[in-house]
């Protein structure tokens, strides 16, 4: 589908611009935002060579950008048996029972949580081969660090000995061994490079229909693998001529010296925005992987796992400091994160500070950091990749993060803190760890349950759109914003009200007062969430609503 098309005037709404706060009208010349302002000048633009489309109260804003999603996962779970909402052992079996008997098969689940079931216990791989009825059986934890499996899965898979699970006749509990889930997860896979494209066609289809103009794949050997890279950055599908979504990706393999990172680059054969993302230091909070520096308040004798050292951390971000590309790391515990700075100060003394510097590096999660931490990050210009998602699911003092840590959860994914020492923050779903939903996760920072970890609302949303893509270091600094010469990046809403939100207590909480002169969100806190309508990236149409211009750019 092509984007040189004529003039295109979008009127009668609101438009989110820097530009012009109180702006009401949009021009589109091709890719590109020729202009933005009032309705009385759109009057003057519009014309027989201009195409007009009647917002009808609508708001335009900058597309979404997902900083840390997973696709080929995130189509795998759209397919799979969503157990989300189950409550208990049995249900999750009666659940299994159910697909075995309605689908052929390996019977694939996601996203079962057991913090939130009255009984903990979980079923044991022998009660998952009877449910299944004897089929192959993999269940990941909403968090994807460990995993439900069956006994013939594992054989299939070939886990006897493998991180000290045995196949034969193993009736233990989630598989958490890192090269064991990573090689049931492997033999679950579809394996067709069709069937590959068609689950990443179908994430992407689906981002697009929630405002998403752009997606920032972490890709790892141990998570989807080089062969999925390949097909998502390469080709995505059958080309039937829709347009989905642009896709970045980071690669998270370690190197150890810059001729070894250059040498993983050329090999990849797909360009990638830097050796980082889910290059693991540390696990997952659920899963009781992430590394603390102390006890977990609910596995007392129990601190989590360490994947990577601070010289294998400092080596990292030294080779890649030099060849002046982005590395980083997942990090999740305080411990991960101590681990972490330690290694940005070994690079310090392999690269030179100002390399390090340069060269953006990022961490992915970052959920438990000091004040101190928070400063070091800062001094070093690392970016942080965090999900609001997280804290909405397992904040408070009721939460996952509460049992799993006692006190230490207040202040957990410090927004507020991070934002105030300069640290650049960017967002992201983790999908399919958690939904891609960009309004609920703005709304997430403004509801932190920490009140000063809080953000405003159009500090959250930046975080969403414009910081998606600085922080990937994008070559156009327009990106993510609807101002004239910038790329028409940008989704249409149709919202129940249209405010200005603080993330202050002390102060009027929303404000429609014209006099402030900032562009104008969404509320949050109305009865209807905001519905996407359409979706447009360097004006090239990814999504139209039924009902709302169905031929839009087309």
Same mark, same amino acid.
């Given at each position: 589908m092509s984007s040189e098309r004529e003039l295109t005037l979008y009127r009668n709404g609101s438009v989110y611009s820097t530009a012009d706060p109180l702006a009401s009208a949009m021009l589109v010349d091709g890719g590109t935002v020729a202009w933005v302002g009032s309705e009385e000048a759109a009057a003057s633009i519009a014309g027989p060579t201009v195409r007009t489309v009647d917002l009808d109260g609508a708001v335009v804003t900058p597309g979404f950008v997902d900083s840390h999603v997973h696709v080929s996962d995130t189509g795998l779970a759209l397919r799979s048996l969503d157990l989300s909402t189950v409550r208990s052992a049995t249900e999750l079996l009666d659940a299994v029972a159910r697909a075995a008997s309605a689908t052929s098969g390996t019977v694939l689940g996601h996203g079962w949580d057991e913090s939130g079931w009255a009984e903990r216990a979980l079923p044991g791989a022998m009660e998952l081969e009877r449910a299944a009825a004897g089929r192959k059986v993999l269940l990941t934890r909403v968090d994807v660090h460990s995993a439900l499996v069956s006994p013939s899965l594992a054989a299939a898979a070939g886990l006897d000995g493998v991180g000290g699970q045995r196949a034969d006749g193993w009736d233990g509990g989630p598989l958490a061994s890192r090269a064991a889930l990573a090689a049931a997860r492997a033999a679950s896979r579809p394996s067709s490079p069709?069937?590959?494209?068609?689950?990443?066609?179908? %994430?992407?289809?689906?981002? $697009?229909? /929630?405002?998403?103009? $752009?997606?920032?794949?972490?890709?790892? =050997?141990?998570?989807?693998?080089?062969?999925?890279?390949?097909?998502?950055?390469?080709?995505?599908?059958?080309?039937?001529?829709?347009?989905? !979504?642009? +896709? #970045?990706?980071?690669?998270?393999?370690? +190197?150890?010296? $810059?001729?070894? %990172?250059?040498?993983?680059?050329?090999?990849? &054969?797909? !360009? +990638?925005?830097?050796?980082?993302?889910?290059?693991?230091?540390?696990?997952?909070?659920g899963s009781h992987s992430a590394l603390l520096t102390a006890d977990y308040a609910d596995a007392p004798g129990l601190r989590g796992t360490a994947y990577l050292d601070a010289e294998q951390v400092g080596r990292h971000l030294a080779a890649c400091s030099e060849l002046r590309v982005q590395g980083g790391f997942h990090v999740i515990g305080d411990g991960a994160?101590?681990?972490?700075?330690?290694?940005?100060?070994?690079?310090?003394?392999?690269?030179?500070a100002s390399a390090v510097r340069a060269a953006g590096h990022r961490l992915e999660h970052a959920e438990m950091a000091s004040r101190e931490a928070i400063a070091e990050l800062a001094a070093h210009a690392v970016a942080v990749s965090a999900q609001p998602l997280f804290e $909405?699911?397992?904040?408070?003092?009721?939460?996952?993060?509460?049992?799993?840590? &006692?006190? /230490?959860?207040?202040? #957990?994914? =410090?927004?507020?803190?991070?934002?105030?020492?300069? +640290?650049?923050?960017?967002?992201?779903?983790?999908?399919?760890?958690?939904?891609?939903? !960009?309004w609920a996760s703005v709304a997430a920072c403004l509801n932190h349950s920490t009140p000063s970890e809080r953000i405003s609302a159009r500090a959250a949303f930046i975080g969403h759109t414009r910081a998606g893509w600085r922080t990937m270091r994008h070559s156009d600094p327009l990106m993510g914003q609807l101002v004239p010469g910038a790329p028409a990046s940008f989704a249409i809403w149709e919202v129940d009200e249209l405010m200005v939100q603080v993330a202050d207590e002390r102060v009027q909480a929303w404000s429609t007062d014209p006099r402030a002169r900032t562009p104008l969100l969404p509320a949050l806190d109305t009865e209807n969430p905001p519905r996407c309508l359409a979706t447009v990236h360097r004006g090239t149409s990814l999504y139209s609503a039924g009902g709302f211009a169905a031929d839009l750019l087309s």
């Open positions: 069709l069937e590959i494209q068609a689950l990443q066609r179908a %994430a992407l289809e689906r981002a $697009a229909s /929630r405002g998403y103009v $752009a997606l920032v794949e972490q890709a790892a =050997p141990q998570i989807a693998g080089l062969d999925d890279l390949r097909l998502l950055l390469g080709g995505r599908g059958a080309d039937d001529g829709a347009a989905l !979504p642009q +896709v #970045m990706a980071y690669w998270g393999q370690l +190197v150890g010296s $810059a001729d070894e %990172a250059r040498t993983v680059l050329d090999s990849l &054969g797909v !360009p +990638v925005l830097g050796l980082a993302g889910d290059l693991n230091i540390d696990g997952s909070i994160l101590g681990i972490a700075l330690e290694g940005l100060r070994r690079a310090d003394e392999l690269a030179g $909405a699911a397992w904040g408070g003092s009721d939460g996952l993060y509460a049992e799993r840590l &006692g006190a /230490r959860h207040e202040g #957990m994914n =410090p927004f507020g803190s991070y934002a105030a020492a300069g +640290v650049p923050l960017c967002f992201g779903s983790d999908a399919p760890v958690c939904d891609q939903d !960009p």
